[in-house]
Nanobody, 114 residues
Framework: QVRFVESGGDFVQSGGSLRISCVASGFTFSGSFLDWYRQRPGKDREFVALIRPGTGITAYADSVKGRFTISGDAAKNTLYLQMNDLKPDDTAMYYC???????WGQGTQVTVSS
């Protein structure tokens, strides 16, 4: 079975931090771009961050640049998103994805209060 499983979402106060994780099964990171997307209430799913494991290639949406950091552990087939200085507008379901062949997880909910 080829899939992502996201975890680590939680309730957090504005200004707080979270690290969410995504464990990949059925494939390895090599040869893929991996990214995080999110869907905020009432909005379309949007790009958050991208990484090419084993290279220096990363990219971030302007809305999270300077606050979020994407990373991966190839040995554990795990993708991470460190989120700092969280804002209420960051409240969303966060999803893993793979490029060029899409593979969506079920998502993990991040809720930022106040």
């Amino acid at each position: 079975q080829v899939r992502f499983v996201e975890s680590g979402g939680d309730f957090v106060q504005s200004g707080g931090s979270l690290r969410i994780s995504c464990v990949a099964s059925g494939f390895t990171f090599s040869g893929s771009f991996l990214d995080w997307y999110r869907q905020r209430p009432g909005k379309d799913r949007e790009f958050v961050a991208l990484i090419r494991p084993g290279t220096g290639i990363t990219a971030y949406a302007d809305s999270v640049k300077g606050r979020f950091t994407i990373s991966g552990d190839a040995a554990k087939n795990t993708l991470y998103l460190q989120m700092n200085d969280l804002k209420p507008d960051d409240t969303a379901m966060y999803y893993c994805n793979r490029r060029p062949v899409a593979l969506w997880g079920q998502g993990t909910q991040v809720t930022v209060s106040s």
